[in-house]
């Protein structure tokens, strides 16, 4: 009798001990899903000075349960990290690195920090003024796009977008020290857009050297464009 009590204690403590098991196992496997890869969501970027800015983690399984990351910049005096936000400080260019608090797999990016976008009319003798029609990749783009005139990478004058009996379209008046008019010579000036929302700089194929004339109409807009 007290070696068939053993058997059955010995037989309960087992089944017991794998009945906790399994329910351990249970626990971890259901709270916690393990990431196997992980990289950021852009390997380049460009950023205006003073702008601040995230970078997202892109996790394999996009299910992961801890999508933590630690920052830092191998220039704090360019770009620095305040907990997720990257903060451009000076103009230039840095590498940013991104740690995953999970298995602590890393990946970086590097950021553009450019001047901004901003130029006093007061500062340049002459104007000019174009009406674009401004196409990206076949379509208008939105107003979210800032397009800029510029005379080698110095910021010569802003787009602003407007309308007129439906139809959109850019004006843009950008300054210049010359005149071939009144001077006999002239500056080349040429288009670049600003994709804030993706953090791109492109530059349209089309340029004008600087004459102080008008570029396109209303009813015959000057072409901007990028394929």
């Known amino acids: 009798m007290k070696r068939f009590a053993k058997i059955f204690t010995l037989i309960t403590f087992v089944a017991m001990s794998q009945l906790m098991t399994s329910c351990l196992k249970m626990d971890i496997g259901d709270d916690t899903i393990t990431a196997y890869n992980m990289t950021l969501n852009y390997d380049s970027v460009y950023v205006m000075l003073d702008d601040t800015i995230r970078l997202s983690p892109v996790f394999d ?16 005096s360019i770009v620095y990290s305040d907990g997720n ?12 690195r991104g740690r995953s608090v999970q298995h ?4 970086s990016c590097y950021i553009y920090v450019m001047p901004r976008w901003e130029v006093s009319p007061y ?24 397009i800029g005139a510029f005379k080698g990478a110095e910021f010569r004058g802003i787009g602003k977008w407007k309308e007129f009996a439906g139809k959109k379209y850019l004006e843009i008046r950008a300054y210049s020290l010359y005149d071939e008019v009144h001077d006999g010579k002239s ?10 929302k993706n953090l791109r700089v492109q530059r349209f194929k089309q340029s ?5 004339e008008t570029h396109g109409t209303i009813s015959n807009l000057f072409e901007l464009s990028i394929p």
């Open 187 to 196: 500056e080349k000036i040429n288009f670049l857009y600003y994709d804030k």
């Open 208 to 212: 004008i050297s600087f004459d102080s």
């Open 104 to 107: 602590r797999m890393e990946d």
């Open 61 to 76: 399984p996009d299910s992961v349960t801890n999508k933590e990351m630690f920052w830092w910049s191998d220039a704090d």
């Open 123 to 146: 500062d340049y003798p002459f104007e000019i003024v174009v009406y674009a029609d401004v196409k990206i990749g076949g379509e208008t783009p939105s107003e979210d796009i800032l």
């Open 85 to 96: 936000d990257l903060i451009a400080v000076a103009e230039g260019m840095t590498f940013v």
